[in-house]
């Protein structure tokens, strides 16, 4: 196996035990102990504890939460990866801003992974989240469709409470 296989598998292994399995002690094996995660959401740098923590948030966010590698490409000690998280967005708080919907939704992932030695040393990732997005305004819009139509009711019941002939005033 080439250095260039070699660190793909490396990266397919994280992937399937930290991510999949939930298994966060593979990510202490798998990630050098300088690496940094930036952040797509704040682009800040976190550490190792800090990445763990936002893999168990994501996660809890789903019970059936799995990542499915469509693409990898290595070149050097860099792996890219095109994976697609699917799952049932139901559980726990507010993920990434977003309250939880029931849906079946997936998010697609590219990362960049150096890998050195058999560690994977930094980690760049961009996602679609889009698909939070559009069930978010499609629930916005449902929820005014139904303040409208509430409205209409009540004007009508407004309407038909209202006497039928205007009163005449004596003096």
Do not use: C
């Not at 139901?90 to 993920?95: A, M, T």
Request: aromatic residues 4%; glycine residues 6%.
């Amino acid at each position: 196996m080439s250095t260039a296989e070699e660190n793909k598998a490396v990266v397919r292994r994280f992937n399937e035990e930290v991510y999949n399995r939930g298994n966060l002690d593979a990510a202490d094996e798998l990630l050098a102990p300088t690496f940094p995660d930036h952040d797509f959401r704040t682009g800040e740098q976190v550490g190792i504890e800090d990445y763990k923590h936002a893999i168990s948030e994501l996660r809890a966010a789903s019970s059936d939460l799995r990542f499915s590698i469509e693409e990898q490409i290595a070149e050097g000690d860099k792996v890219v990866t095109r994976s697609i998280g699917r799952g049932t967005h139901k559980q726990g708080e507010d993920h990434l801003g977003f309250a939880p919907t029931g849906d079946h939704i997936a998010i697609e992932n590219i990362v960049i992974n150096p890998v050195v030695e058999g560690k994977i040393v930094e980690e760049r990732a961009v996602s679609d989240i889009s698909p939070l997005w559009q069930r978010r305004l499609e629930n916005e819009t449902l929820a005014r469709e139904r303040v409208e139509q509430e409205l209409q009711v009540a004007r009508r019941i407004q309407h038909a409470l209202l006497p039928k002939a205007v009163p005449a005033l004596v003096g």
